[in-house]
């Protein structure tokens, strides 16, 4: 299982000197981390990038690491510099505004006013702001603090401490059945019966339960797709919640994730069933 760092940070896509200065210095003083990424061999090396993508194909297609790779980083917010010629921004932008496993994260794009094109295709590809660069700088704080998303950790370890919903726990023994097709639609329930960010929770189980359907109907691009959308869900919560050994369901997922890949598509029906754990939970 991959080490978690959940500490808020900022994805920027940005190779100029003088942003770079800017977005650094704006970012720490309103508490985040930066990472850099200055060209698309930082997240896989020779990907070969093609000119338009199918809904889907970045799941396992040739966006897949860039997807992969933005789960695992779990940013608050990325920032694009649509003059970044390294970056195929054309391609990555709605790849990463379609796929399931990343379209929430928020994307800030700015550029040269002359090149309207550009801002149009940001825009039309999802970003949540395209600015010209001028504004971008004297509003980057404003910027990021309209945009980012970040998690309120204490206000999550608070709402684990409550009791599971009779709903979540017919879930989970239905998870135990593995009756996960009936298990998905009971947390499905509960997660819309509970008002409070516990109910992420839920959510997590949820993902789990429908990547393991998927593992039985041998369907190895769905059982991929649900792992990258299981991360959003699952990384932030605390070790155990509401009673629920999330550290324990955490390991299992991720071993079941590498399991299936390392057996492929057409490896995924010799999958050995028995590698999918029950629910640890205490009432």
């Not at 210095?25 to 990038?49: H, K, R």
């Not at 992969?68 to 990463?96: C, F, Y």
């Not at 395209?130 to 990021?144: G, K, N, T």
């Not at 009779?166 to 947390?187: K, M, P, T, V």
Request: aromatic letters at 8%.
């Amino acid at each position: 299982m991959p080490k978690m760092n959940l500490e808020p940070k900022i994805i920027a896509f940005v190779t100029d000197l003088f942003f770079v200065s800017r977005i650094g210095s704006t970012a720490e003083g309103l508490g985040f981390d930066v990472l850099w990424v200055e060209n698309a061999a930082q997240i896989a090396p020779m990907m070969q990038m093609p000119p338009a993508q199918q809904p889907g194909e970045h799941l396992v297609g040739p966006g897949a690491a860039l997807i992969d790779q933005l789960t695992k980083w779990h940013p608050s917010l990325v920032i694009m510099d649509l003059g970044n010629a390294a970056i195929p921004w054309r391609e990555w932008l709605p790849l990463i505004k379609s796929a399931p496993a990343t379209r929430r994260i928020p994307v800030i794009c700015f550029g040269s006013h002359v090149h309207v094109d550009d801002f149009k295709a940001a825009r039309s590809s999802g970003a949540e702001e395209v600015v010209a660069r001028s504004r971008f700088v004297q509003s980057l704080p404003e910027l990021i603090r309209k945009h980012a998303r970040t998690l309120d950790s204490a206000a999550l370890q608070s709402t684990c401490q409550e009791q599971l919903s009779d709903l979540a726990i017919r879930g989970f023994e239905e998870f135990n059945r593995r009756e996960y097709f009936e298990s998905h639609e009971s947390l499905e329930a509960a997660w819309n019966q509970d008002t409070t960010l516990g109910r992420e929770l839920y959510r997590a189980v949820l993902q789990v339960a429908v990547a393991y359907l998927q593992i039985e109907r041998r369907n190895y691009r769905g059982a991929i797709k649900m792992f990258l959308r299981m991360r959003q869900w699952i990384d932030p919560l605390p070790e155990e919640c509401r009673g629920v050994d999330i550290a324990s369901l955490r390991r299992a997922a991720y071993q079941v994730e590498d399991a299936i890949r390392n057996l492929g598509p057409e490896g995924i029906q010799f999958f050995d069933m028995n590698l999918l754990e029950p629910l640890r939970y205490r009432v």
